[in-house]
């Protein structure tokens, strides 16, 4: 449950704008708050009931708005199930803050804080893990952004993973391509350990563990 979260997104899109009345920026800004209640909404109602079982008229009563509404900012499910997913990894590159093809060396501490930040969440943490598992089934609406995400993800990490090589950071003896498969999927299964026994597994601990068990020691 994220009452929480949806209840303060709800207040903030009922709460009177602060935009000039002559101007554009109160209807925006309007329109701006309703869209994160919506989002806030939505991951409530995703992850105590799955993609399929969640219904947008249940968002909307959630949310204290019409479901047209609802509509207007995203016109069916897919879209807000897309939405959603883009706006965590959107929210994950400002975490991390930099290009990894510029700056081999901050890599593993900006991955570190990612994971950091992301058990201040769970509610995300976990409707990302329902969507990811629910698309591996016929029909998903989004099936095609996972299957591109995986192989995009993967291959970043690669690629941080072969200029770490070239900088003399990894250990001899692991490829590039190893590393990031291995980090990939670890990062994902250990994050799901996590949302099961939190008392019982440290996410970021884990994935510091594996970066020094592949990366030399004076790259941590």
């Known amino acids: 449950m994220v009452d929480g979260d949806s209840r303060q997104a709800t207040a903030l899109a009922d709460a009177p704008s602060t935009g ?14 309703t869209r994160a209640a919506i989002l806030a909404a ?5 992850v105590e009931q799955g993609s399929r079982a969640g219904s947008m008229r249940e968002i ?26 883009h706006d965590r990894d959107t929210r994950a590159d400002e975490i991390i803050g930099m290009d990894p093809g510029e700056d081999v060396d901050g890599v593993p501490a900006a991955l570190l ?8 969440q769970p509610h995300i943490i976990a409707l990302y893990s329902v969507l990811a598992a629910e698309s591996v089934t016929e029909d998903h609406p989004l099936e095609e952004f996972f299957a591109e995400r995986t192989v995009r993800v993967r291959r970043a990490f690669e690629d941080w993973f072969t200029g770490a090589a070239e900088a003399g950071m990894v250990r001899e003896g692991v490829t590039p391509a190893f590393a990031a498969t291995a980090f990939f999927a670890l990062w994902e299964g250990v994050q799901l350990h996590w949302l099961i026994d939190r008392d019982g597994v440290d996410v970021v601990a884990v994935l510091e ?3 020094r068990l592949i990366l030399r020691q004076d790259a941590i």
């Open 60 to 85: 909307a009563r959630r949310c204290g708005i019409d479901q047209s509404t609802v509509l207007h900012h995203f016109p069916n499910k897919p879209a807000l199930l897309l939405a959603l997913m």
């Open 20 to 33: 000039r009345a002559t101007g554009t920026r109160g209807p925006y800004k309007k329109s701006a708050r």
């Open 113 to 120: 804080r990612l994971a950091r930040q992301n058990t201040q």
């Open 209 to 211: 563990d594996f970066l």
């Open 42 to 46: 939505a991951t409530e109602v995703f």
